[in-house]
């Protein structure tokens, strides 16, 4: 059977890989930092790092990494269960604590991945009454999430407030019991703010709850680095907030759900990737512990991170190149075309930058792109020369073939 399907499948990679979508992964010999070993594919050896989620610089931080080896002597290295068999520990419950503490919110719970946290929530708490009302660009996770889900689906384009209401009214008048708005606080692609406060005021409106994804936001957006609901001034008015401990928050896996305590709790006993998926390793819950305490006195690194972000989209500019507007640490370089995207991501990776180009299906067919992600970490010198491999890879793509 499997010979017939393996043509097929082989006739697919084909078409990717001629249309210019193929993503090869590239191999790194090194811990996660500001500059990695690159083992194979493209240019060898050391390069900069500008397409990791590290936007604080704490993957790799010498007393996260103390504190993670500190609690595998302390805890062990894996739970073996999921957590209402025997896989809770003090540490995971002190790490929820925290979290609800840092995010403003009543309760938490842990999962392993944000993915699975955006899988878990919609199926539970809404069913054919309800109705679920979804920023067009939202995380994939959430859309796969929403399909879980019997509630009717709405949808509305990205950050339209005027479409967000069409969409509410709808659902009001079509007689949903449950009205639920969920939205990413920064679109990964994008690096765009979700406008919370406006969203809540429509959720106020229309009685509708509301849910943020806030991957991409929490540790440094917002004056205490507590998310877009912080930036936006509303974190008592948002229901549920998910998020991951892998990018910011020390960049290793895991994620969470903060919210009303009743919605965590409903979650604990009905959310099916919590129930039946292994408990965070604690390992990662104790490090992520540290990584809020750093938090608390994190105003140089999301300093840092602020000013490499405005240096590298100010001097792009200069140079030309079309980067998408705003003041977040994801700075998307448009191209347009998928196949210039992933040779000028070749050709900057042989000189020293290891970026990635983005593709259809991940951005719309003809908005390829290459998602430059500041860090901390980085130093100014690191920010200048980024740019100025841009401004080589350009050249050399601009040059006339040789006959």
Same mark, same amino acid.
């Given at each position: 059977?499997?010979?017939?399907?393996?043509?097929?499948?082989?006739?697919?990679?084909?078409?990717?890989?001629?249309?210019?979508?193929?993503?090869?992964?590239?191999?790194?010999? =090194?811990?996660?930092? !500001? +500059?990695?070993?690159?083992?194979?594919?493209?240019?060898?050896?050391? @390069?900069?790092n500008f397409c990791a989620n590290n936007y604080l610089?704490?993957?790799?931080?010498?007393?996260?990494?103390?504190?993670?080896?500190?609690?595998?002597?302390?805890?062990? /290295?894996?739970?073996?269960? #999921?957590?209402?068999?025997?896989?809770?520990?003090?540490?995971?419950?002190?790490?929820? *604590?925290?979290?609800?503490?840092?995010?403003?919110?009543?309760? +938490?719970?842990? /999962?392993?991945?944000?993915?699975?946290?955006?899988?878990?929530?919609?199926?539970?708490?809404?069913?054919?009454?309800? !109705? #679920?009302?979804?920023?067009?660009?939202?995380?994939?996770?959430?859309?796969?999430?929403?399909?879980? =889900?019997?509630?009717?689906?709405?949808?509305?384009?990205?950050?339209?407030?005027?479409? %967000?209401?069409?969409? %509410?009214?709808?659902?009001?008048?079509?007689? *949903?019991?449950?009205?639920?708005?969920? +939205?990413?606080? #920064?679109?990964?692609?994008?690096? /765009?703010?979700?406008?919370?406060? &406006?969203?809540?005021?429509?959720?106020?409106?229309?009685?509708?709850? @509301?849910? #943020?994804?806030?991957?991409?936001?929490?540790?440094?957006?917002?004056?205490?680095?507590?998310? +877009?609901?912080?930036?936006?001034?509303?974190?008592?008015? @948002?229901?549920?907030?998910?998020?991951?401990?892998?990018?910011?928050?020390?960049?290793?896996?895991?994620?969470?759900?903060?919210?009303?305590? &009743?919605?965590?709790?409903?979650?604990?006993?009905? =959310?099916?990737?919590?129930?039946?998926?292994?408990?965070?390793?604690?390992?990662?819950?104790?490090?992520?512990?540290?990584?809020?305490?750093?938090?608390?006195?994190?105003?140089?690194?999301?300093?840092?991170?602020?000013?490499?972000?405005?240096?590298?989209?100010?001097?792009?500019?200069?140079?030309?190149?079309?980067?998408?507007?705003?003041?977040?640490?994801?700075?998307?370089?448009?191209?347009?075309?998928?196949?210039? !995207?992933?040779?000028? *991501?070749?050709?900057?990776?042989?000189?020293?930058? /290891?970026?990635?180009?983005?593709?259809?299906?991940?951005?719309?067919?003809?908005?390829?792109?290459?998602?430059?992600?500041?860090?901390?970490?980085?130093?100014?010198?690191?920010?200048?020369?980024?740019?100025?491999?841009?401004?080589?890879?350009?050249?050399?793509?601009?040059?006339? *073939?040789?006959?």
């Amino acid at each position: 059977m499997f010979d017939s399907v393996r043509d097929d499948l082989r006739a697919t990679l084909d078409e990717i890989r001629a249309a210019g979508l193929h993503k090869p992964e590239r191999v790194i010999g =090194s811990p996660q930092s !500001a +500059t990695v070993n690159v083992t194979g594919g493209g240019r060898p050896g050391e @390069v900069l790092n500008f397409c990791a989620n590290n936007y604080l610089g704490l993957a790799d931080h010498p007393e996260v990494v103390a504190a993670a080896h500190e609690a595998l002597d302390r805890w062990g /290295y894996g739970m073996a269960s #999921v957590r209402f068999i025997c896989g809770t520990q003090e540490v995971h419950k002190e790490l929820e *604590a925290r979290l609800s503490a840092f995010l403003g919110q009543e309760d +938490t719970i842990l /999962y392993s991945s944000c993915f699975d946290a955006n899988g878990g929530v919609f199926e539970t708490l809404l069913d054919a009454e309800d !109705a #679920v009302i979804s920023d067009a660009l939202n995380h994939a996770s959430i859309i796969d999430g929403i399909r879980l =889900s019997k509630a009717r689906r709405f949808r509305y384009a990205n950050r339209d407030l005027a479409d %967000l209401e069409r969409q %509410l009214k709808e659902a009001t008048e079509g007689g *949903a019991r449950r009205k639920l708005i969920v +939205t990413d606080g #920064v679109f990964s692609m994008d690096g /765009y703010v979700a406008p919370l406060d &406006e969203i809540c005021d429509l959720a106020d409106r229309y009685d509708a709850m @509301v849910m #943020v994804d806030d991957s991409h936001a929490v540790g440094f957006v917002g004056p205490g680095g507590r998310g +877009t609901p912080e930036l936006h001034g509303v974190m008592d008015r @948002v229901d549920i907030v998910t998020g991951t401990l892998g990018k910011a928050l020390g960049g290793a896996s895991g994620g969470y759900v903060a919210a009303r305590a &009743e919605i965590v709790a409903l979650l604990r006993q009905r =959310s099916r990737p919590y129930l039946f998926s292994n408990t965070l390793a604690p390992v990662i819950a104790a490090a992520s512990l540290k990584v809020l305490d750093l938090l608390e006195t994190a105003d140089d690194l999301r300093t840092r991170l602020a000013e490499n972000t405005a240096l590298f989209r100010h001097r792009m500019t200069e140079e030309g190149f079309d980067v998408l507007p705003g003041d977040h640490a994801i700075a998307p370089v448009m191209i347009g075309d998928a196949t210039v !995207a992933g040779r000028m *991501a070749e050709l900057l990776l042989e000189r020293g930058v /290891y970026v990635i180009g983005f593709s259809y299906p991940v951005v719309p067919q003809g908005k390829a792109r290459i998602r430059v992600q500041l860090s901390a970490a980085h130093s100014t010198d690191d920010v200048h020369r980024a740019v100025d491999a841009f401004v080589a890879a350009r050249a050399e793509l601009a040059e006339p *073939a040789a006959d």
